[in-house]
């Protein structure tokens, strides 16, 4: 239950995080933001090394998801790119190994520095 409860601040945080880069990269088309290509890298760097196929299929969800949240209306952004950001990080999530899913779980938020350490 505890780690669920860790999941879903991590995910939301990263949510945040990934609609506020949206919303910049739909202003000033993404100068200085973090990509998919970007996220692929910070996923792997915390992780551990991706297979060819991992980073195919989760650059893929993550390109799903920024094309998602740039079709809901800016008004409803922060609600609605909440799930959109939960269900992607669901799904990057499945795409990784157990030992994987446990240090993807225990990850900082974007932007974020040691902010997902795990509080026993």
Known sequence: MKSIKILITV????????????????KGKGKG????A??????????????AE???????????????LQAIPQDERRE???EVMMAANKE????LTADQQAKFDAM?????????KKKN
């Open 108 to 116: 900082a938020p974007q932007g974020g520095k040691g902010g997902g």
């Open 33 to 36: 933001q973090m990509g998919p």
């Open 92 to 95: 990057v999530r499945a795409v």
């Open 11 to 26: 995910l939301a945080l990263g949510a945040v995080a990934f609609v506020s880069t949206a919303s910049a990269q739909e």
């Open 54 to 68: 991992q980073k195919t299929k989760i650059t893929a969800i993550l390109e799903k998801s920024a094309k998602d």
């Open 38 to 51: 970007a996220r692929v890298s910070a996923i792997e760097e915390a992780v551990g090394s991706l297979s």
């Open 80 to 82: 609605k790119g909440r």
